[in-house]
């Protein structure tokens, strides 16, 4: 088992920054991907960005592409998010996620992940 908790979400007006981190606890000797997505009220939860064990590879949605930064310290057991030039339409709930595999192939699919955590309120004024 692998729990996930996230923080860094708030009130953020538009053109601000946060930094979302995500710590691992539990099975964390395993070699896992790490993702990022979100969910606004009324719709389905979205691909935010994800990363491969090293680091090295990531891969993020057209829609944060130069604006929002995934990363990770596994030292630290954590993957960060860091977000700028936030929009309004950035404002959801945002869940970190984790697949434990040997081969990891940064997935943009929900359902290819295998632990998520509580989620984390970001809301972006305008």
């Known amino acids: 088992q692998v729990q996930l908790v996230e923080s860094g979400g708030g009130l953020v007006q538009a053109g601000g920054s946060l930094r979302l981190s995500c710590v691992a606890s539990?099975?964390?000797?395993?070699?896992?991907?790490m993702g990022w997505f979100r969910q606004a009220p009324g719709k389905g939860r979205e691909f935010v960005a994800s990363i491969n064990w090293g680091g090295g590879d990531t891969t993020a949605a057209d829609s944060v592409k130069g604006r929002f930064t995934i990363a990770r310290d596994n030292a630290k057991n954590t993957v960060y998010l860091q977000m700028n030039s936030l929009k309004p339409e950035d404002t959801a709930v945002y869940y970190c996620a984790a697949e434990v595999t040997s081969i990891c192939s940064t997935s943009t699919i929900p359902g290819d992940y295998d632990y998520w955590g509580q989620g984390t309120q970001v809301t972006v004024s305008s």
């Open positions: 539990g099975r964390t000797s395993s070699r896992y991907c």
